[in-house]
């Protein structure tokens, strides 16, 4: 595809539910980056992966969170007993390597009722 | 700890007049610094970054920044507004090899008016 691709766009869930947030990096990119972005707040680092590995999960807020990428491509980030503070826009980047321009997605916004 | 201090939430400036956006950054060693803009509906662009050399970055849609570092400052300016620069504006610093582990500043909403 021409972009980092996020789906959905939009995530409504209940609180206590599990959600799962997908992002399609631009091919051949090796490096991809999890954001979050909290109303009215700059986006907040969670997680780093080069190819397969996450080289930096340091941003990650606790053990309710959790991501992948199996084949060094699509990426998925996992949201176990959501909560209402976990209510934010999520935010993907993909670069060809770690030195080079990250280029973003336009997010999936998740809201927890 | 990096951080990014952004001071300005909101500013307001007639389309035409000149631009200044502060951002002031903490960071124990030669920081890697980036603004970005981002539009409604738009995700996250980078407008231009410094990671050495010539401290006057130029970068795209006419915008540029100044890093200076005996003020921990990159602050953005551009010369003449358009009606179309009207969006958020994020300073952010990384470390480690430039894009990895970015932090990013509260951001500065730019409202344009005639």
């Known amino acids: 595809g021409a972009g980092v691709s996020q789906t959905p766009s939009n995530k409504v869930t209940e609180k206590g539910k599990y959600v799962e947030l997908r992002c399609d990096p631009i091919s051949g990119h090796t490096a991809l980056y999890w954001y979050r972005q909290s109303l009215g707040q700059g986006p907040e680092f969670l997680i780093y992966f080069q190819g397969t590995g996450a080289a930096d999960d340091s941003g990650l807020p606790n053990d309710r969170f959790f991501a992948v990428r199996p084949e060094g491509s699509v990426s998925t980030l996992k949201i176990q007993r959501t909560e209402r503070g976990d209510s934010a826009m999520y935010l993907c980047?993909?670069?060809?390597?770690?030195?080079?321009?990250?280029?973003f997605g336009q997010g999936t916004r998740l809201t927890v009722v | 700890a990096q951080s990014v201090t952004q001071p300005d939430i909101h500013i307001t400036v007639s389309e035409g007049a000149s631009l200044e956006l502060r951002c002031n950054y903490s960071y124990g060693a030669t920081p890697y610094l980036f603004w970005y803009v981002q539009s409604p509906g738009q995700g996250l662009q980078l407008l231009l970054k410094y990671f050495s050399g010539d401290t006057l970055v130029q970068g795209i849609k006419g915008f540029e920044a100044e890093f200076k570092r005996s003020q921990s400052s990159f602050n953005l300016r551009k010369p003449s507004v358009h009606w179309s620069d009207a969006a958020e504006y994020f300073c952010a610093v990384g470390a480690r090899g430039g894009y990895q582990k970015v932090t990013f500043g509260t951001g500065t909403k730019l409202q344009v008016i005639p």
């Open positions: 980047a993909s670069s060809p390597g770690s030195n080079t321009e990250a280029f």
